[in-house]
Structures are given as structure tokens and as C-alpha cells.
């Protein structure tokens, strides 16, 4: 699970150049190399799907605040590389936002208030999870009773939950609308068989209570 969408709320917007401080020193390496924070995708279809998302989010306005478009290490030249890329002021029409794009690329939307980013969250039409960092107790319980995805984190950033309580989804995320999950107690319940028996008893057939130790005849 990933969440590649960050909505900033009101001055946090600051806090960017710093993240992309940050994400300029991962390390772009093979997979099983020590120390690589980030491998290569896993065929060129998928590198040109996720440059083309980064080209069409620079063509409607966005900011490409990091650019990984044409990195690649030293020692991998003929890898699928796309190195740590930041997007900057997206807006809910641009197709970055829209379409998931499955790569090292960062979209951040600017909000002034809390109530706007969960409003923001739940148009969206899937809701497969969503986590929010706040000292905020309030905004902590604000977040958890209002927002309408399947897996919410507060101050945890992969908000996948032990197995037993199934890794949920709400509206789009889920096949059939979120009504069934993939294991946990609706794992079960998907591969039971259900039988359903409606009978009646009258309280005047019920049988004798006492002990009868009469021979029984046909008369």
C-alpha cells in the first residue's frame, strides 16, 4: 500500500523545500543493493506511464518541485529509472491527481483548514486509506469520524491493519463498491456457504416431559 497524495493544510505548504531536501538524498540503486532506497519500475511501459503523468501535471499548471525524469545510477544505466519527483501546487481536476501513478512521485494539494482536506479526500471517489499527523487530539477524532476511507491512520503513515481485520476499502477501492475485503472476517464469510432454515414448532405437539415407559402399541 501506498499514499502518494499529500494535502498540505494551511502553513505546512512551508515545509516543502525541506522534503525535497530530503527526497534528493534517496538512493537510487538495484533492488537488492545495500543501502538503495529506491529501485527501478518494473517494465519501460510503466517508466514512460509515469513520465507522461509528470509532463501532463507540468502542461496544467502544477509545479515539478523535484524532477526525477531522466535520472538513473551510475551502475544501472539501462534500468527503468524515474528518480524521487515532488508536484506542487495540484488541483483535484489535474490527471496526476486523478489517475494513481504508481511510482516515486509525490502530489500535494494546499488546503487552509482541516474540514477542506477531509472535504477534499472524500469527493475523491476511492477511499482505500488515508493518515494524518496532528498533536491535535481533536483533529485526530475529527479525521477519524468523518473521513470516508476504509483505512485511516493517525500519525502512521501505511495504515494497513492486522490480518484479522482485513485490509478494508471504502467506495471505488474495493470490488463491489467495498462490499466485500480480501481476508479477516469477510475472507471467511466469501468462501462459507450459507444454508438458511426456517422452521416451526407449536407449543401443543410439544412432546411428554415426564419419563413414559409404556410399551407403545399401535392402538
Known sequence: ??????????????????????AKNLIMNGGFEEGADLGPLISPQSKKRVEDLIDSAEAEGATILLDGRGQKPANYPNGNWVGPTIITNVKPHMKCYTEEIFGPVLVCLNVDTTNEAIDLINANPYGNGAAVFTRSGSTASLFQKELEAGQLGINVPIPVPLPMFSFTGNKKSVAGTGANNFYGKD??????????????????????TEKNVAMPTHS
Open 187 to 208: 475472507g471467511i464469510r466469501f468462501y462459507t456457504q450459507w444454508k438458511t432454515v426456517t422452521s416451526l414448532w407449536r407449543a401443543e405437539d410439544a412432546v411428554a
Open 1 to 22: 500500500m501506498a499514499l502518494s497524495t499529500l494535502v498540505l493544510v494551511g502553513e505546512t505548504k512551508d515545509w516543502m523545500p525541506e522534503l525535497a531536501e530530503r
